[in-house]
């Protein structure tokens, strides 16, 4: 498989298209037994079947690992992103604790810049002070060399009508956004995309998959929630398989094939971030990504059926939500 590359927005910085997250319910093969070495493999797997974009964040715990991975690439060969957060137990950071957390994951990722820096999960009511009084402190480190490029990052799970993004993007402070964007939770489309477009924003897509459409039964069982809450009609859905109509011949070979196509060939995509714990499926997660559209009638019953929704799917990754 042949990678392909983007222009993440007006940043310039030429991207695969497929990112690697290095968070989510998986953390590099950390959370499903994987030794270190095993998750510096999956990192140096995927450069060498043309990733280039990688993403992780101090609260991940795989920013050495990903350092490790790149280790003996060209830095300009690899586009590193990563984040830090803004609340720790309930009390916002101050910018000099929020460029120190800049400082520690550069050393952890072993260079002296990083090409894309959030300030990860901002709910709206921070919003404020991010823009106001973190983002200056993000531009002296800017200027210094030590940021190539702002970033911000969306709390998928409690802001799904992007809020904050809808407020980030037109103050023309971050040059890339990270969002929540899926089969059945689709608003982005007609709310956002269009927006990020016309600013030239480059976009991080996360949410592409996670359980709804890789654990068995959840599915299922969020589709019958939605029409007991009459957020579905029960006419419009197969309640035995609600998505089976997208796996045929021609179409998607498996749900998550369809949900990384649906997400990949959205006008105002730009990256569509996957996380994994195995190279086989590092391998077959790309080759989704890579494929072509999924049919247009797929698409369109998708939209037709589905689009309205809001909130749905969004669960938080697993180590996030275990006590401490």
Not at 71 to 90: F, Y
Not at 117 to 142: D, I, R, S
Not at 299 to 305: K, T, W
């Amino acid at each position: 498989m042949e990678m392909q590359y983007t222009t993440l927005g007006r940043s310039g910085l030429r991207v695969s298209v497929a990112g690697f997250g290095c968070g989510g319910n998986s953390r590099l093969g950390l959370d499903r037994g994987l030794s270190e070495a095993e998750s510096v493999a999956l990192v140096r797997r995927a450069i060498e079947i043309g990733v280039n974009f990688f993403d992780t964040a101090e609260i991940y715990g795989t920013e050495a690992l990903v350092g490790k991975g790149i280790r003996g690439e060209p830095r300009d060969a690899v586009v590193l992103s990563t984040k830090a957060r803004i609340v720790v137990d309930g009390r916002r950071l101050s910018a000099a604790e929020v460029v120190a957390s800049l400082e520690a994951s550069l050393e952890r990722l072993g260079t002296d810049h990083v090409d894309v820096f959030h300030l990860h999960g901002v709910p709206p009511q921070h919003y404020p002070y991010a823009l106001e009084v973190l983002a200056p402190a993000l531009l002296e480190q800017k200027r210094a060399g030590k940021i190539r490029h702002l970033a911000i990052t969306e709390t998928a799970a409690r802001d799904f009508g992007h809020e904050m993004l809808h407020r980030a993007v037109e103050d023309g402070m971050w040059e890339v956004v990270m969002l929540a964007y899926h089969m059945l939770d689709q608003n982005a489309r007609p709310r956002l995309f269009p927006a990020t477009q016309a600013a030239g924003i480059g976009t991080l897509l996360m949410f592409v998959v996670r359980n709804i459409f890789s654990r068995p039964g959840y599915l299922n069982d969020t589709v019958d929630a939605l029409i007991a809450e009459g957020r579905l009609s029960a006419e419009q859905v197969d309640r035995k398989a609600p998505l089976g109509f997208l796996v045929h011949e021609g179409g998607a070979s498996s749900l998550v094939d369809a949900a990384y196509r649906f997400a990949r060939h959205e006008p105002g995509a730009d990256v569509v971030l996957f996380g994994t714990g195995s190279q086989a499926h590092l391998e077959a997660n790309v080759a989704s990504i890579l494929a072509p559209p999924l049919p247009r009638a797929d698409i369109e019953r998708l939209y037709a059926v589905f689009g309205h929704l809001d909130g749905v799917g969004l669960d938080v990754p697993d180590h996030l939500s275990k006590p401490g």
